[in-house]
């Protein structure tokens, strides 16, 4: 038996890998992101990134993952939104309901791509607080991402004595 193989993606411009979950490729065209099933080559729009231009111009957007809420049976999308130096927020997009919403839970510098595990996502990041530079050094940790609350809890972090 011969496996099909994937359709090759037709797209105009550049794309970056945002995430994956349930074999699907979240893809960010910087203007807009697309849920991608490499093996059928179904391509979707799920989400418009315009909410970024209430920050600034200058504002950097970190699409960090994607994943799969069952209670509400909802891709969700989690980014990092920084505008200048000493600003950085989370924005959680629901694919169904195609909306943004802030997340105002502690500042985090993002250090390493998230993990997903269980239907939740994981950074090891570094805590700072409101008003503090997020890009200075910190102490480390786990957190994950609660879908169901759109909050993050941390994790206790491995003993490697």
């Keep these: 038996m011969e496996i099909p193989r994937p359709k090759p993606l037709q797209f105009a411009g550049c794309l970056i890998i945002g995430g994956s979950c349930?074999?699907?490729?979240?893809?960010?065209?910087?203007?807009?992101?697309?849920?991608?099933?490499?093996?059928?080559?179904?391509?979707k729009k799920v989400l418009s990134i315009e909410f970024l231009k209430q920050y600034s111009d200058s504002s950097?957007?970190?699409?960090?993952?994607?994943?799969?809420?069952?209670?509400?049976?909802?891709?969700?999308?989690?980014?990092?939104?920084?505008?200048?130096?000493?600003?950085?927020?989370?924005?959680?997009?629901?694919?169904?309901?195609?909306?943004w919403t802030k997340n105002c839970d502690p500042y985090y510098k993002k250090i390493?791509?998230?993990?997903?595990?269980?239907?939740?996502?994981?950074?090891?990041?570094?805590?700072s607080n409101i008003g503090e530079d997020p890009f200075s050094l910190a102490t480390n940790l786990i957190v994950c991402f609660v879908l169901q609350t759109n909050k993050f809890v941390k994790v206790l972090m491995p003993n490697c004595d």
């Design 22 to 43: 349930n074999g699907l490729v979240l893809l960010n065209s910087r203007e807009d992101l697309f849920k991608w099933n490499p093996f059928t080559g179904c391509c």
């Design 60 to 99: 950097i957007m970190d699409v960090s993952g994607l994943c799969y809420d069952s209670s509400m049976d909802d891709y969700k999308v989690v980014t990092w939104v920084r505008d200048g130096e000493t600003s950085m927020a989370c924005m959680v997009g629901s694919c169904r309901t195609k909306s």
């Design 112 to 127: 390493e791509s998230s993990t997903l595990v269980d239907e939740h996502l994981h950074w090891l990041v570094a805590e």
